[in-house]
């Protein structure tokens, strides 16, 4: 009985999803190449991507708007998921996937040890055929991560970037947009330039950061790691990983948070639509469970971004 409960309560979400508006047409001409326009990307992470589509589909009711980016991490050699890639295109979004090296080494990777399992990813990539934003690293900066501040020198992180990104270019897979993404600053996280593998290597500036406290604002948190992004390059800048928290005030906040995108001329957002119950830094993130703070979101959406549609 409960499989055929969820299976019901799937089916009633993509139908009431089918008659979401979609997002607003975009002039860019058709290619591998993603719109670059202020206020224009709306993404979402849901919990148990990329096997399953429907928190997804849940998602987009409560925002009001089909996200145009979805999102999912790839551990190390697991290979590049085209199933979900191609369902998050034929709901009208790009996919976003971040490769997180828990179980490499990262020198070995910048000296080609894994280059048969990265020329494998390159390859689908490519034979997929449609934009693909991906990360590898993410949060390089910070000190929780095994391959960040103060576990592995910034230039060898440098190192096997580059050569991630030289041997998928070799592979053809040209579809890439390549997102650098950091912690937004903080006392534990390390000086942001020194991760920073120049521009020929990156396409967009991903920053993460979250409101975890009523003091929080949008330009407390990501204000300064802007600045300092903003001191060596001018490449478009996404919030690639964001929410707002219960502890926060994540009614008033979300607001905020959108008028703090457009006003520092981001790209948009990636919401982390989870829920977490781990204390300050592990709060609920969702917006499905508060009717006021899915209010809030679906009219910050609607009065702040309007949506790239993706080639």
Same mark, same amino acid.
């Given at each position: 009985?409960?499989?055929?409960?969820?299976?019901?309560?799937?089916?009633?979400?993509?139908?009431?999803?089918?008659?979401?508006?979609?997002?607003?047409?975009?002039?860019?001409?058709?290619?591998?190449?993603?719109?670059?326009?202020?206020?224009?990307?709306?993404?979402?992470?849901?919990?148990?991507?990329? #096997?399953?589509?429907?928190?997804?589909?849940?998602?987009?009711?409560?925002?009001?708007?089909?996200?145009?980016?979805?999102?999912?991490?790839?551990?190390?050699?697991?290979?590049?998921?085209?199933?979900?890639?191609?369902?998050?295109?034929?709901?009208?979004?790009?996919?976003?996937?971040?490769? #997180?090296?828990?179980?490499?080494?990262?020198?070995?990777?910048?000296?080609?040890?894994?280059?048969?399992?990265?020329?494998?990813?390159?390859?689908?990539?490519?034979?997929?055929?449609?934009?693909?934003?991906?990360?590898?690293?993410?949060?390089?900066?910070?000190?929780?991560?095994?391959?960040?501040?103060?576990?592995?020198?910034?230039?060898?992180?440098?190192?096997?970037?580059?050569?991630?990104?030289?041997?998928?270019?070799?592979?053809? +897979?040209?579809?890439?947009?390549?997102?650098?993404?950091?912690?937004?600053?903080?006392?534990?996280?390390?000086?942001?330039?020194?991760?920073?593998?120049?521009?020929?290597?990156?396409?967009?500036? %991903?920053?993460?950061?979250?409101?975890?406290?009523?003091?929080?604002?949008?330009?407390?948190?990501?204000?300064?790691?802007?600045?300092?992004?903003?001191?060596?390059?001018?490449?478009?800048?996404?919030?690639?990983?964001? +929410?707002?928290?219960?502890?926060? %005030?994540?009614?008033?906040?979300?607001?905020?948070?959108?008028? %703090?995108?457009?006003?520092?001329?981001?790209?948009?957002?990636?919401?982390?639509?989870?829920?977490?119950?781990?204390?300050?830094?592990?709060?609920?993130?969702?917006?499905?469970?508060?009717?006021?703070?899915?209010?809030?979101?679906?009219?910050?959406?609607? #009065?702040?971004?309007?949506? +790239?549609?993706?080639?």
């Amino acid at each position: 009985m409960l499989l055929v409960a969820v299976a019901i309560a799937a089916a009633a979400i993509a139908f009431a999803a089918s008659r979401l508006v979609s997002p607003a047409s975009d002039h860019t001409v058709a290619g591998t190449s993603l719109p670059v326009r202020p206020a224009s990307y709306l993404g979402v992470y849901e919990p148990g991507s990329p #096997d399953a589509y429907w928190p997804v589909t849940a998602f987009a009711l409560a925002a009001g708007r089909r996200p145009n980016i979805v999102g999912y991490f790839s551990g190390w050699t697991q290979p590049f998921e085209r199933s979900f890639a191609e369902r998050v295109r034929s709901q009208g979004a790009v996919t976003i996937v971040q490769i #997180d090296p828990t179980y490499a080494s990262i020198q070995r990777i910048a000296a080609g040890a894994y280059d048969g399992y990265l020329r494998s990813y390159a390859d689908s990539v490519r034979d997929f055929g449609h934009p693909v934003i991906i990360g590898f690293g993410h949060e390089m900066n910070a000190p929780w991560y095994s391959w960040g501040y103060g576990r592995v020198p910034a230039s060898t992180f440098v190192a096997a970037w580059r050569h991630i990104v030289t041997l998928f270019r070799r592979q053809h +897979a040209s579809n890439v947009t390549w997102l650098w993404t950091i912690q937004a600053d903080i006392s534990s996280t390390g000086p942001v330039r020194a991760w920073w593998p120049g521009a020929r290597y990156v396409t967009w500036i %991903g920053i993460d950061g979250y409101y975890y406290r009523r003091s929080d604002t949008f330009a407390r948190i990501f204000g300064p790691t802007i600045a300092q992004v903003r001191a060596f390059t001018k490449k478009p800048v996404l919030l690639s990983e964001t +929410a707002v928290g219960p502890e926060a %005030g994540q009614v008033a906040k979300i607001n905020d948070l959108f008028t %703090g995108m457009r006003q520092y001329t981001t790209l948009g957002l990636v919401w982390f639509d989870i829920a977490q119950h781990k204390g300050i830094y592990h709060q609920d993130w969702r917006i499905e469970n508060n009717p006021k703070a899915e209010a809030a979101f679906r009219q910050s959406v609607r #009065d702040g971004l309007t949506l +790239a549609q993706a080639p």
